[in-house]
């Protein structure tokens, strides 16, 4: 072939559009099979990979001396050994129309964070239902989570047709109860076609064996299929990844074009500030553009000098999105531990990241059902509609009008690891009525009236640590110090403000969220304050210490060993707690996370309750803080 032969094919191979589909369905529905045939019916399998094929499948192969199909994508030892797929696998093929990036999803509940991750990134879902079970309750779990992640386009292939002697009524019966079912989530005109996997029938060539199905086969309708690609319809949305300015003369703003298109010349706004200008060059490394469109990396160069930072957006004037520090979103868990209203988790959206609670789980979803049923926390796989709030103002448009500028992750604050996804419905209202009002005396003008810096010291430690004995000492010698204080002890708090509250793990969280909201209005009214609680939890903690200004949040750990405890057991809690009377209680059946760097660290089984007072005391002074 001549050298502008090949530059034409390559250039007709690039200028193929690109369609990313996910195949999902129940445990053993044949997903890693179909996809399998797909990659070696049309040819996608390089000499090695056969070879490799072959020798996988004399292993751990099910088809007798036939080629596995299914282990090219099943690539852990685990899923080859059991025959199961774990996590999400990607592979590319492509056909003379087009090129594809399909994604083979687990089909097990709890691997169900990992088929969220699949089809985030998707245009069409390819749902597998086995011909001898029909519809199962993974198929409405994954068809639910499918809609809910704003996949349109989905194909229901009724697989293993073969074993059902490729009879049309059994297809038929299928079709008609998930067309039933995907009117009630939503799911506009799914296609139906009867595939066997295994032997290729309508997977790419059309079957001999089912004459009375006309339709095309599974490629034909993944190679014509039009998607429309909604990132290119969405308005504007460049989320500034960094400020770029080489020199004195140049400053731009960089970043990846996640919807719409700018040309030079438009309007755009900076969000959430508020401040507009015009586009005076779209900058790139391989030369000015005139226009710039989603996916396209870009610096931005404004006519007007404004202020932009890194985490800001760039976003059409004419069509601004919601800026709010409260929303309601769908909620997919991934996390082991479950979600808690009140406890503080970080949200990542665009380049930002933020500080975000879950103040209310307005309702879960029964997957199955549909159903909407009350709960207080979110378990693993479980999907919930809860209201967000978060510790600053950010712009967002809803996921239905925008799914790169509408879905975020939470992250665990304390493993850094990501336990949640969210798809954004609406800013709450009660975020818009809202707002700070400006007070003309001050913390730092009370303070200067009690003539004390304000600060919290969080005394934590388990049960019968001595942490209501030392707080009270603490503040018998601040007040003959002439400080002004307030003591916030955990059983006096129970008694009032928390008295609606148990002692389940979602309610502990919620105890501490409100003794620091309300340690922080003590605070600001230039009060020493001194806590007395258990707070076992380091997520709790840190966020109680986020409320105050550096140097305000003293955390004091009274490292006292549990048998120590137990032998004082001051209140009977350890011997109830041991006779099966008092479940969750911290350091027999609900764990304490120790602190990993306090202010201050004591053991109240070797420093007695003065010595430790006066080592507090002395912080204070080391500190400034009195």
């Excluded at 589909?21 to 990659?39: A, H, Q």
């Amino acid at each position: 072939m001549e050298a502008a032969e090949t530059l034409e094919v390559l250039r007709r191979h690039e200028a193929k559009d690109i369609l990313r589909f996910i195949t999902c369905g129940s445990v053993d529905d044949g997903k890693s099979t179909l996809i399998g045939r797909l990659l070696y019916d049309s040819k996608a399998l390089l000499d090695d990979q056969l070879t490799d094929l072959a020798g996988a499948s004399r292993a751990f192969g099910t088809t007798g001396k036939d080629l596995d199909l299914a282990l090219l994508v099943d690539g852990l030892q685990a899923e080859r050994e059991q025959g199961v797929t774990i996590d999400v696998a990607y592979r590319f093929f492509a056909t003379p129309l087009r090129k594809f990036i399909v994604a083979d999803c687990p089909g097990h509940e709890q691997y169900t964070r990992n088929m969220v991750t699949g089809a985030s990134t998707s245009n069409l879902a390819v749902i597998l239902v086995d011909a001898r079970k029909g519809m199962l309750p993974q198929t409405r779990r994954h068809s639910f989570l499918v809609s809910l992640l704003g996949i349109h386009r989905v194909v229901v292939a009724v697989n293993k047709m073969d074993l059902q002697d490729y009879r049309q009524g059994v297809f038929e019966a299928i079709a008609t109860e998930y067309r039933a079912m995907a009117a009630r989530m939503g799911i506009p005109d799914p296609v139906f076609v009867p595939v066997s996997a295994l032997r290729g029938d309508n997977v790419i060539f059309r079957s001999q064996f089912m004459p009375w199905y006309t339709g095309p086969s599974l490629l034909e309708i993944l190679e014509t299929t039009q998607v429309e690609d909604l990132a290119v319809a969405a308005p504007f949305r460049l989320p500034v990844q960094w400020i770029n300015r080489p020199d004195q003369d140049f400053r731009g703003f960089s970043g990846t074009v996640v919807s719409g298109a700018v040309a030079l010349g438009d309007r755009v706004t900076v969000v959430p500030a508020g401040w507009t200008s015009a586009v005076a060059r779209i900058v790139t490394m391989d030369g000015d553009l005139e226009r710039a469109e989603a996916r396209q990396a870009v610096t931005i160069v404004l006519e007007d000098q404004i202020d932009v930072s890194r985490g800001d957006m760039l976003v059409a004037a004419h069509q601004r999105p919601h800026t709010a520090d409260q929303f309601a979103a769908h909620v997919v868990w991934m996390g082991e531990e479950p979600l808690l209203p009140g406890r503080s988790y970080l949200l990542r959206l665009g380049t930002r990241q933020f500080s975000a609670q879950v103040t209310e789980i307005k309702h879960k979803v029964n997957v199955n059902t549909l159903e909407q049923v009350a709960a207080k926390v979110l378990a693993l796989n479980e999907v919930g509609f809860c209201n967000l709030a978060l510790d600053a103002a950010i712009p967002f448009d809803a996921y239905g009008e925008n799914r790169e500028t509408g879905a975020f992750i939470l992250i665990d604050r304390v493993t850094n690891q990501t336990v949640g996804g969210g798809m954004i419905s609406f800013p709450l209202r009660r975020a818009q009525n809202i707002h700070w009002q400006h007070v003309e005396v001050n913390k730092a003008a009370r303070a200067r009236l009690k003539g004390q810096k304000p600060c919290v010291l969080w005394f934590t430690g388990l049960s019968g640590s001595g942490k209501s004995t030392l707080a009270n000492l603490v503040e018998k010698q601040l007040q003959a110090l002439g400080r002004h204080t307030y003591l916030l002890d955990g059983d006096n708090i129970r008694h009032g403000l928390n008295k609606d509250l148990g002692f389940t793990t979602a309610d502990r969280v919620e105890n501490i969220r409100r003794i620091g909201e309300c340690a922080r209005m003590f605070v600001d009214a230039g009060l020493i304050v001194l806590t007395a609680f258990i707070s076992p939890f380091r997520s709790e903690r840190h966020t109680a210490r986020e409320l105050l200004e550096g140097g305000e949040f003293l955390e004091i750990h009274l490292s006292t060993p549990l048998e120590v405890c137990e032998q004082r057991d001051p209140k009977g809690l350890y011997r109830k707690a041991r006779a099966g009377s008092l479940p969750n209680f911290t350091g027999i059946d609900s764990p304490y996370e120790a602190p990993e760097a306090p202010e201050l660290r004591l053991d109240t089984a070797i420093l007695s309750p003065d010595e430790c007072a006066e080592r507090v005391v002395a912080e204070l002074v080391r500190r400034a803080r009195i």
